[in-house]
């Protein structure tokens, strides 16, 4: 009520209400509602893919393949969720040109049918009247109850501007991807260095007829809530003609796997077309022991070791599908 009789907090405020903890929402609030130069590649992504992948060294990579500097941007937060990757990309296109986007995709055992676990803090009641069109009763009050919850800390802007958490440096340095300098189950980190990469041809790791046997749909079936979600971002690609890729990062317990699992045919599941990109947890890892292999991971995340190696292996073929995809944006 309180909401609907006062004007909303405008939605930086919304950002900058979110504790660190969940996400570097400082970071992403600067980069969507202050800068205005327009991005070659945004990755939007969950955990999985805020420390499996190195920006900058990606971003070295891109501008040396278009002979100019290019520009990388991560959105990125904990917990898995479509709703998350769907509001974050939402607020970056309404106000920033981007060239490609590149997306996390849902993982077996994360296709709840709800909304993110942190949804009250980056929801806002009344902001997108869209937003839950479609969804059934359950999932619409689930929303409701998000936006409720989270409304009295956003109505305190109203009162005085929410203090600004200051920048991780490790972020902003790494363009809003993060790397963790911590051993498999809290075991020492071990540095690995230099990281030996593997040879892969960037077509090898797109797929395509050629490479179809390299990726396999294992489902299960992604949740209504969860493909509602997939379902707006492939109208918000649509509107804004920005090519979308999806990438698949190895997680630990893909160990020794020669091929790489998708939930889902990700251009129907988006409707609209989607470049698949991957690497197989035995390509990547070929020839490594049990003690080598778990150098690279933390959890079922990549640590420092994993992003690097994982980066310098897959930046070829996401260079090659944003060359492909015809649309390069020049700065401004």
């Known amino acids: 009520m309180l909401v609907a009789l006062v004007r909303p907090p405008a939605r ?5 209400s979110v504790p660190p903890g969940v996400g570097p929402f400082t970071y992403m609030a600067r980069e969507i509602f202050e800068e205005k130069s327009d991005i070659n590649v945004l990755f939007d992504v969950d955990s999985v893919g805020w420390v499996g992948v190195d920006a900058r060294y990606f971003q070295q990579q891109l501008s040396a393949a278009l002979g100019r500097p290019a520009t990388v941007v991560v959105l990125a937060a904990n917990w898995p969720g479509m709703d998350q990757r769907y509001v974050l990309l939402r607020d970056m296109l ?31 009641f009344g902001e997108d009247q869209r937003l839950a069109a479609g969804l059934s009763l359950r999932n619409r009050l689930a929303i409701y109850a998000d936006e409720v919850l989270g409304a009295p800390r956003q109505l305190l802007s109203a009162v005085r501007p929410n203090l600004v958490s200051a920048e991780d440096p490790a972020i902003v340095a790494g363009l809003g991807s993060m790397k963790v300098e911590q051993g498999f189950h809290n075991t020492p980190f071990v540095r690995v260095a230099p990281v030996v990469t ?3 041809r960037a077509d090898d790791m797109i797929l395509s007829a050629r490479t179809a046997q390299n990726f396999r749909v294992t489902g299960p079936a992604l949740s209504a809530y969860q493909l509602h979600f997939m379902r707006r971002i492939g109208q918000l690609v649509a509107q804004y003609h920005v090519p979308l890729t999806i990438l698949h990062v190895p997680l630990a317990s893909e160990r020794g796997s020669a091929v790489i699992s998708q939930q889902a045919d990700w251009s129907q599941a988006f409707g609209t077309p989607v470049t698949v990109v991957g690497m197989s947890s035995q390509q990547l890892f070929r020839g490594m022991s049990d003690a080598q292999f778990y150098r690279y991971y933390y959890d079922e995340h990549l640590n420092r070791n994993g992003s690097e190696l994982f980066t310098e292996a897959v930046s070829a073929a996401l260079v090659a599908a944003y060359r492909r995809s ?7």
Do not use: T
């Open 94 to 124: 309404e106000r920033r040109r981007v060239g490609m986007l590149v997306l996390s995709p849902p993982r077996p055992g994360s296709e709840s049918d709800r909304p993110h676990v942190q949804a009250f803090r980056w929801l806002q």
């Open 326 to 332: 015809g649309v390069d944006v020049q700065q401004r």
């Open 198 to 200: 593997p040879v892969v």
């Open 12 to 16: 930086v405020q919304v950002y900058r």
